[in-house]
Protein backbone atom coordinates (compact mmCIF):
# COMPACT_ATOMS: atom_id res chain seq x y z
CA UNK A 1 0.00 0.00 0.00
CA UNK A 2 1.35 3.12 -0.81
CA UNK A 3 1.15 6.08 1.75
CA UNK A 4 2.17 9.25 1.03
CA UNK A 5 0.27 11.62 3.62
CA UNK A 6 0.21 11.35 7.51
CA UNK A 7 -0.91 13.51 10.61
CA UNK A 8 0.69 12.50 13.77
CA UNK A 9 1.46 14.11 17.52
CA UNK A 10 4.72 13.69 18.29
CA UNK A 11 5.76 14.95 22.38
CA UNK A 12 9.67 14.81 23.38
CA UNK A 13 9.77 13.27 27.19
CA UNK A 14 9.50 15.36 30.51
CA UNK A 15 12.77 15.85 32.27
CA UNK A 16 12.85 13.71 35.54
CA UNK A 17 11.95 16.00 39.07
CA UNK A 18 14.89 16.92 41.31
CA UNK A 19 15.31 15.32 44.60
CA UNK A 20 14.99 16.52 48.21
CA UNK A 21 17.37 14.42 50.31
CA UNK A 22 19.37 14.71 52.94
CA UNK A 23 22.88 12.84 53.62
CA UNK A 24 21.99 10.24 56.80
CA UNK A 25 25.27 7.71 57.58
CA UNK A 26 26.44 6.41 60.70
CA UNK A 27 29.15 8.22 62.96
CA UNK A 28 28.70 11.45 60.03
CA UNK A 29 26.40 14.18 61.50
CA UNK A 30 24.88 16.98 59.55
CA UNK A 31 25.72 15.02 56.61
CA UNK A 32 24.16 18.16 54.40
CA UNK A 33 21.98 17.77 50.98
CA UNK A 34 22.64 15.00 48.93
CA UNK A 35 19.14 15.13 46.72
CA UNK A 36 20.34 14.36 43.18
CA UNK A 37 19.08 15.71 39.68
CA UNK A 38 16.17 14.65 37.39
CA UNK A 39 17.41 13.19 34.31
CA UNK A 40 16.69 15.09 31.00
CA UNK A 41 13.60 13.48 28.72
CA UNK A 42 14.18 12.25 25.09
CA UNK A 43 14.10 13.97 22.49
CA UNK A 44 12.06 13.02 19.05
CA UNK A 45 14.28 12.79 16.29
CA UNK A 46 13.54 11.79 12.49
CA UNK A 47 16.18 10.31 10.43
CA UNK A 48 15.75 9.45 6.77
CA UNK A 49 16.03 5.91 5.91
CA UNK A 50 16.68 5.08 2.13
CA UNK A 51 15.05 1.59 2.70
CA UNK A 52 11.42 3.19 3.14
CA UNK A 53 9.50 4.23 0.15
CA UNK A 54 5.76 5.17 1.99
CA UNK A 55 4.50 6.87 4.83
CA UNK A 56 2.82 3.20 5.78
CA UNK A 57 4.16 2.93 9.69
CA UNK A 58 2.35 6.16 10.39
CA UNK A 59 -0.98 5.02 9.33
CA UNK A 60 -2.12 3.07 12.16
CA UNK A 61 -0.56 4.84 15.23
CA UNK A 62 -0.85 8.98 15.77
CA UNK A 63 0.71 9.65 19.07
CA UNK A 64 4.92 8.99 18.98
CA UNK A 65 6.33 10.20 22.56
CA UNK A 66 9.44 9.76 23.32
CA UNK A 67 10.67 8.46 27.06
CA UNK A 68 11.10 10.66 30.36
CA UNK A 69 13.51 11.29 32.07
CA UNK A 70 13.98 9.68 35.59
CA UNK A 71 13.93 11.66 38.38
CA UNK A 72 16.58 12.09 40.87
CA UNK A 73 17.74 9.64 44.01
CA UNK A 74 19.38 10.77 47.24
CA UNK A 75 23.19 10.03 47.52
CA UNK A 76 23.53 12.72 44.81
CA UNK A 77 22.21 10.22 42.14
CA UNK A 78 21.74 12.05 39.11
CA UNK A 79 17.86 10.32 37.58
CA UNK A 80 18.81 8.65 34.14
CA UNK A 81 18.33 10.70 30.91
CA UNK A 82 15.34 9.63 28.59
CA UNK A 83 15.92 7.52 25.61
CA UNK A 84 15.54 9.19 22.78
CA UNK A 85 12.85 8.27 20.02
CA UNK A 86 14.04 7.99 16.38
CA UNK A 87 11.19 8.14 13.85
CA UNK A 88 12.65 6.64 10.47
CA UNK A 89 11.20 8.48 7.48
CA UNK A 90 11.30 7.44 3.61
CA UNK A 91 13.40 10.36 1.34
CA UNK A 92 11.45 13.25 0.40
CA UNK A 93 9.40 13.61 3.32
CA UNK A 94 8.51 17.16 4.34
CA UNK A 95 7.68 17.83 7.50
CA UNK A 96 5.16 20.46 8.53
CA UNK A 97 3.73 21.96 11.93
CA UNK A 98 0.26 21.27 11.66
CA UNK A 99 -0.73 24.58 13.86
CA UNK A 100 1.17 27.30 11.81
CA UNK A 101 0.87 25.09 8.34
CA UNK A 102 4.95 25.70 8.64
CA UNK A 103 7.33 23.65 7.12
CA UNK A 104 10.25 22.35 9.58
CA UNK A 105 12.51 20.27 7.29
CA UNK A 106 12.74 18.78 4.12
CA UNK A 107 13.83 15.57 4.92
CA UNK A 108 15.72 14.76 1.09
CA UNK A 109 19.13 13.25 2.27
CA UNK A 110 19.43 9.45 3.38
CA UNK A 111 21.05 9.47 6.41
CA UNK A 112 19.99 13.27 7.77
CA UNK A 113 18.81 13.33 11.17
CA UNK A 114 16.69 16.42 12.38
CA UNK A 115 15.46 16.94 16.05
CA UNK A 116 11.91 17.90 15.89
CA UNK A 117 10.87 18.32 19.75
CA UNK A 118 13.18 18.72 22.80
CA UNK A 119 12.83 16.59 25.77
CA UNK A 120 12.58 18.85 28.83
CA UNK A 121 15.49 19.57 31.59
CA UNK A 122 15.85 17.60 34.31
CA UNK A 123 14.91 19.35 37.92
CA UNK A 124 17.54 20.28 40.01
CA UNK A 125 17.89 18.48 43.32
CA UNK A 126 18.57 20.21 47.05
CA UNK A 127 22.17 19.53 46.66
CA UNK A 128 22.32 22.45 43.91
CA UNK A 129 21.04 24.81 46.37
CA UNK A 130 22.90 24.47 49.03
CA UNK A 131 25.22 27.77 49.58
CA UNK A 132 27.48 28.76 52.55
CA UNK A 133 24.25 30.92 54.08
CA UNK A 134 21.52 27.92 53.11
CA UNK A 135 23.12 24.78 54.18
CA UNK A 136 19.79 22.86 54.48
CA UNK A 137 17.47 23.68 51.46
CA UNK A 138 14.44 21.55 51.55
CA UNK A 139 13.18 22.34 48.03
CA UNK A 140 14.03 20.59 45.03
CA UNK A 141 12.53 21.80 41.16
CA UNK A 142 10.54 19.81 39.08
CA UNK A 143 11.81 18.35 35.90
CA UNK A 144 10.54 20.92 32.37
CA UNK A 145 7.85 19.25 30.18
CA UNK A 146 9.02 18.26 26.59
CA UNK A 147 8.37 19.80 23.42
CA UNK A 148 4.88 18.67 22.03
CA UNK A 149 3.48 19.19 18.82
CA UNK A 150 0.92 18.39 15.75
CA UNK A 151 2.98 17.55 12.38
CA UNK A 152 1.73 16.76 8.99
CA UNK A 153 3.69 14.61 7.36
CA UNK A 154 3.80 14.73 3.17
CA UNK A 155 6.34 12.34 1.09
CA UNK A 156 7.59 13.59 -2.36
CA UNK A 157 9.42 10.66 -4.68
CA UNK A 158 12.78 12.02 -5.32
CA UNK A 159 13.27 11.20 -8.97
CA UNK A 160 15.27 11.87 -11.73
CA UNK A 161 12.28 11.39 -14.60
CA UNK A 162 8.76 11.65 -14.12
CA UNK A 163 6.45 10.65 -16.39
CA UNK A 164 3.65 11.96 -17.33
CA UNK A 165 0.58 11.41 -19.73
CA UNK A 166 -3.09 10.58 -20.00
CA UNK A 167 -4.77 7.17 -18.62
CA UNK A 168 -3.19 4.11 -20.61
CA UNK A 169 -0.39 6.23 -22.98
CA UNK A 170 1.52 3.05 -21.70
CA UNK A 171 3.89 4.91 -18.97
CA UNK A 172 3.44 1.56 -17.26
CA UNK A 173 4.64 -0.44 -19.80
CA UNK A 174 7.82 1.90 -20.54
CA UNK A 175 8.75 1.43 -16.76
CA UNK A 176 8.42 -2.42 -17.56
CA UNK A 177 10.59 -2.06 -20.28
CA UNK A 178 13.55 0.28 -19.12
CA UNK A 179 13.80 -1.17 -15.35
CA UNK A 180 13.28 -4.14 -13.46
CA UNK A 181 9.69 -2.39 -12.10
CA UNK A 182 6.88 -4.51 -12.32
CA UNK A 183 4.04 -2.19 -12.61
CA UNK A 184 0.44 -3.08 -13.05
CA UNK A 185 -0.55 -2.98 -17.00
CA UNK A 186 -3.88 -3.55 -17.66
CA UNK A 187 -5.94 -2.12 -20.89
CA UNK A 188 -8.18 -0.25 -19.04
CA UNK A 189 -7.49 3.18 -17.15
CA UNK A 190 -6.15 3.96 -14.08
CA UNK A 191 -4.26 0.77 -14.17
CA UNK A 192 -1.60 2.99 -12.01
CA UNK A 193 -3.37 3.64 -8.40
CA UNK A 194 -0.11 5.02 -7.24
CA UNK A 195 3.22 6.23 -8.14
CA UNK A 196 6.07 3.88 -9.12
CA UNK A 197 10.21 3.74 -8.98
CA UNK A 198 11.67 2.29 -11.41
CA UNK A 199 15.48 2.00 -11.48
CA UNK A 200 17.19 2.42 -15.24
CA UNK A 201 20.01 0.34 -15.59
CA UNK A 202 22.78 1.61 -18.78
CA UNK A 203 26.38 0.41 -19.62
CA UNK A 204 28.86 1.99 -17.82
CA UNK A 205 27.57 1.74 -14.31
CA UNK A 206 25.31 3.96 -14.78
CA UNK A 207 21.92 4.83 -13.22
CA UNK A 208 19.02 7.00 -13.27
CA UNK A 209 15.55 6.89 -11.32
CA UNK A 210 11.85 7.17 -13.03
CA UNK A 211 8.94 7.84 -11.73
CA UNK A 212 5.70 6.46 -13.20
CA UNK A 213 2.77 8.56 -12.12
CA UNK A 214 -0.60 8.07 -12.38
CA UNK A 215 -2.39 8.88 -15.12
CA UNK A 216 -3.18 12.40 -15.62
CA UNK A 217 -6.75 14.05 -16.88
CA UNK A 218 -8.72 17.56 -17.67
CA UNK A 219 -9.30 18.88 -14.20
CA UNK A 220 -6.68 16.86 -12.17
CA UNK A 221 -5.85 19.55 -10.28
CA UNK A 222 -8.72 20.55 -8.91
CA UNK A 223 -9.15 16.73 -7.91
CA UNK A 224 -10.76 15.31 -10.52
CA UNK A 225 -9.42 11.59 -11.53
CA UNK A 226 -6.57 10.14 -9.45
CA UNK A 227 -3.39 11.81 -10.75
CA UNK A 228 -4.33 15.02 -8.46
CA UNK A 229 -2.80 13.14 -5.65
CA UNK A 230 0.23 12.61 -6.70
CA UNK A 231 0.75 16.02 -9.14
CA UNK A 232 3.17 16.81 -5.92
CA UNK A 233 5.70 13.86 -6.52
CA UNK A 234 6.71 15.23 -9.83
CA UNK A 235 7.94 18.17 -8.30
CA UNK A 236 10.79 17.10 -7.39
CA UNK A 237 11.69 15.31 -10.28
CA UNK A 238 14.22 16.86 -12.81
CA UNK A 239 12.89 16.12 -15.69
CA UNK A 240 9.64 15.32 -17.08
CA UNK A 241 8.98 13.30 -19.72
CA UNK A 242 5.74 13.53 -21.30
CA UNK A 243 3.92 10.36 -23.23
CA UNK A 244 1.54 10.51 -25.78
CA UNK A 245 -0.28 7.78 -27.26
CA UNK A 246 -0.04 8.28 -31.06
CA UNK A 247 -3.75 6.58 -31.99
CA UNK A 248 -5.70 6.09 -28.52
CA UNK A 249 -8.15 4.25 -27.56
CA UNK A 250 -10.79 7.03 -27.07
CA UNK A 251 -10.03 8.12 -30.49
CA UNK A 252 -8.74 12.01 -28.76
CA UNK A 253 -6.14 13.94 -30.45
CA UNK A 254 -3.10 13.24 -29.18
CA UNK A 255 -2.53 16.71 -29.57
CA UNK A 256 -5.11 18.26 -27.79
CA UNK A 257 -4.37 15.67 -24.61
CA UNK A 258 -0.72 17.15 -24.47
CA UNK A 259 -2.13 20.24 -24.15
CA UNK A 260 -4.39 19.44 -21.55
CA UNK A 261 -1.71 17.83 -19.21
CA UNK A 262 0.31 21.25 -19.82
CA UNK A 263 -2.57 22.93 -18.61
CA UNK A 264 -3.33 21.04 -15.63
CA UNK A 265 0.71 21.08 -14.96
CA UNK A 266 1.09 24.84 -15.20
CA UNK A 267 -2.55 25.22 -12.96
CA UNK A 268 -1.09 23.15 -10.33
CA UNK A 269 2.60 24.50 -10.24
CA UNK A 270 4.40 26.81 -11.96
CA UNK A 271 7.60 25.65 -11.16
CA UNK A 272 6.16 22.38 -13.12
CA UNK A 273 6.40 24.26 -16.40
CA UNK A 274 10.07 25.08 -15.89
CA UNK A 275 11.35 21.71 -15.75
CA UNK A 276 12.81 20.07 -18.92
CA UNK A 277 10.62 18.27 -21.01
CA UNK A 278 11.05 15.41 -23.62
CA UNK A 279 8.30 14.43 -25.47
CA UNK A 280 7.92 10.56 -26.44
CA UNK A 281 5.44 9.25 -29.19
CA UNK A 282 4.16 5.58 -27.70
CA UNK A 283 3.27 3.02 -29.63
CA UNK A 284 5.27 3.40 -32.37
CA UNK A 285 4.48 -0.60 -33.58
CA UNK A 286 1.14 0.34 -34.52
CA UNK A 287 2.29 3.23 -37.23
CA UNK A 288 4.90 1.39 -39.09
CA UNK A 289 5.05 3.93 -42.10
CA UNK A 290 5.36 6.41 -39.18
CA UNK A 291 2.31 8.75 -41.01
CA UNK A 292 0.54 9.08 -37.40
CA UNK A 293 4.04 10.01 -35.90
CA UNK A 294 4.69 12.67 -38.22
CA UNK A 295 1.90 14.28 -38.48
CA UNK A 296 1.61 14.50 -34.63
CA UNK A 297 5.16 15.88 -34.70
CA UNK A 298 4.22 18.41 -37.15
CA UNK A 299 1.48 19.88 -35.25
CA UNK A 300 3.10 20.08 -31.19
CA UNK A 301 4.71 23.30 -30.16
CA UNK A 302 7.83 24.63 -32.14
CA UNK A 303 8.97 25.49 -28.72
CA UNK A 304 9.24 21.36 -28.47
CA UNK A 305 13.39 21.39 -28.68
CA UNK A 306 13.24 16.89 -28.78
CA UNK A 307 10.58 14.63 -29.67
CA UNK A 308 11.04 10.77 -29.30
CA UNK A 309 9.32 7.98 -31.13
CA UNK A 310 8.99 4.46 -29.13
CA UNK A 311 7.36 1.25 -28.78
CA UNK A 312 7.02 0.68 -24.79
CA UNK A 313 5.65 -3.13 -26.15
CA UNK A 314 8.81 -4.50 -28.99
CA UNK A 315 11.28 -1.85 -27.15
CA UNK A 316 11.89 0.68 -30.53
CA UNK A 317 13.63 3.93 -29.51
CA UNK A 318 13.91 2.90 -25.90
CA UNK A 319 17.61 2.71 -25.71
CA UNK A 320 18.06 6.17 -27.64
CA UNK A 321 15.77 7.37 -25.39
CA UNK A 322 17.45 6.28 -21.79
CA UNK A 323 20.70 7.31 -23.98
CA UNK A 324 19.23 11.02 -24.14
CA UNK A 325 17.38 11.14 -20.64
CA UNK A 326 20.79 10.19 -18.87
CA UNK A 327 22.89 12.96 -21.00
CA UNK A 328 19.90 15.80 -19.70
CA UNK A 329 19.90 14.55 -16.18
CA UNK A 330 24.04 14.84 -16.32
CA UNK A 331 23.90 18.38 -17.65
CA UNK A 332 25.31 16.89 -20.84
CA UNK A 333 23.61 18.58 -23.76
CA UNK A 334 25.78 17.89 -26.65
CA UNK A 335 23.83 14.87 -28.09
CA UNK A 336 20.72 14.65 -30.98
CA UNK A 337 17.94 16.67 -30.04
CA UNK A 338 15.33 13.59 -31.46
CA UNK A 339 15.94 10.27 -33.30
Given at each position: ????????????????????????????????????????GGDVIFVVDASLDTLLDFSGRHDWIARNGNCGEGANKHGADGEDLIIPVPPGTLVYDEKYDLLLKDMNEPGLRVRICRGGRGGKGNRAFATSTRQTPRFATDGKPGNERNLRLELKLIADIGLVGMPNAGKSTLVSRCSEARPKIANYPFTTLSPMLGIVELTGFRRFVMADIPGLIEGAQDGVGLGHDFLRHIERTRILVHLLDILPSDESDPVENYHKIRSELELYSEVLMEKPEVVVLNKADLDPEGIFCDDIRSRLPESIQEVFVVSAVTGEGILELNERLWAVVKGKDDEPDSY
Open positions: MFIDEAKIRVKAGDGGHGCISFRREKYIAKGGPDGGDGGK
